[in-house]
């Protein structure tokens, strides 16, 4: 639903001849209509910059309500920009009709202000986004000791790597929790919506003294914090089909004789996820009534050449072998007739 009410809140009359391809100007509509101004239209006027500067507001807490997002680089500064709308809501409330009517070219048109205040209130509460979020910190939180670039970061497979290799960050118990399109689709046309809207408001409100406008500002912060749950389920979603890969690769050597190409490797990266995959394909048998036979015992002679840490700490070739031996042992231990040693 989020998405298609993007479309109707940031596709602004006449856009087609307005905008400039490759650049974003914002569209000077000051003065539009405003010379007809009457008290009643001054009324109406104040009441929907007060309502879009609350409603701007509100939005910025919303996204500062989940930490993962209120300590992202994008919300830096946050707060005196909240204190800022309120305090300029407070002043325009208090203006009187004749100063509203005399500062109105200066400010949003009735139009542009009721898109802020529509998009804003569907941003915030859209329960499809609000599912989105709780993925991305959910993914957040899973991948936070590894040091990606995103939000708490993720690797991404999409960008140019650094001389020593990043391992992505892989979900061994569940391979398949990943982020979907539809959660991608969501934050990137909410994203836009927020960019758009805000790039069709004037940069400054105010008459004969210049004032920043607090709600594009609000919009731009909204847009870059939406921009990096993007991002971040991205890199996740990229993170998931390299972990998949990996795992298609090493679970079909370790259910066929010829998996010995798996232990040339001189990196141990790959051995390492070939003990947690089969520990997590060993759990998973388990929990699901499975038989094992002997894959436990296979599985701890395997676990015997790795640390705490789940890195092989073998002495020589010989024991990378042994290790192998073990852990293909383990896994076509599932579901066999009896034990394979």
């Not at 239209?41 to 500062?64: C, D, H, I, P, Q």
């Not at 500062?103 to 898109?115: F, H, K, T, Y």
Request: proline residues 4%.
């Amino acid at each position: 639903m989020i998405l298609s009410l993007m479309l109707l809140i940031v596709t602004p009359p006449q856009s087609a001849q307005e905008r400039q391809v490759g650049t974003r100007k914002p569209i000077d509509r000051s003065g539009e209509n405003r010379q007809m101004l009457d008290m009643a239209g001054a009324e109406k006027l104040r009441t929907e910059l007060v309502t879009a500067f609350s409603e701007s507001e509100a939005l910025l807490k919303y996204l500062a309500g989940y930490d993962f997002l209120r300590q992202n680089q994008a919300m830096v500064g946050y707060e005196t920009v909240v204190e800022d709308l309120s305090k300029e809501r407070g002043r325009i409330a208090q203006l009187s009709l004749p100063d509203i009517i005399a500062q109105a070219n200066g400010w949003p048109d009735s139009e542009a202000l009721n898109r802020v205040i529509e998009l804003s209130r569907q941003v915030r509460n859209d329960e499809k986004f609000r599912e989105v979020i709780r993925n991305a910190e959910r993914f957040s939180q899973a991948g936070a000791q590894s040091r990606p670039p995103s939000i708490n970061g993720f690797n991404a497979r999409g960008v140019i790597s650094a001389p020593a290799y990043i391992p992505p960050v892989c979900n061994h118990d569940d391979p398949s929790n990943y982020p979907s399109g539809t959660d991608l689709a969501i934050a990137n046309g909410v994203a836009s919506g927020l960019h758009t809207l805000a790039d069709v408001l004037p940069d400054l409100l105010g008459f004969l003294v210049s004032i920043p406008n607090f709600v594009k500002i609000a919009l731009v912060i909204a847009a870059g914090v939406t921009d990096q749950v993007a991002n971040a389920l991205a890199a996740v979603a990229s993170d998931a089909e390299y972990c998949e890969k990996i795992r298609f690769y090493i679970e079909d050597k370790l259910a066929n004789e010829n998996g010995f190409t798996a232990i040339l490797m001189t990196d141990d990266y790959y051995l390492s996820f070939m003990l947690k995959s089969v520990r997590a394909a060993m759990t998973k048998a388990t929990s699901q009534g499975i038989p094992t036979n002997c894959g436990t015992t296979r599985l701890a002679e395997g676990a015997a050449f790795f640390d705490g840490s789940d890195n092989f700490n073998g002495a020589n070739g010989a024991d990378r072998v042994t290790a192998y031996k073990k852990l293909r042992a383990a896994f076509q231990n599932i579901g066999a007739a009896s034990c394979v040693q």
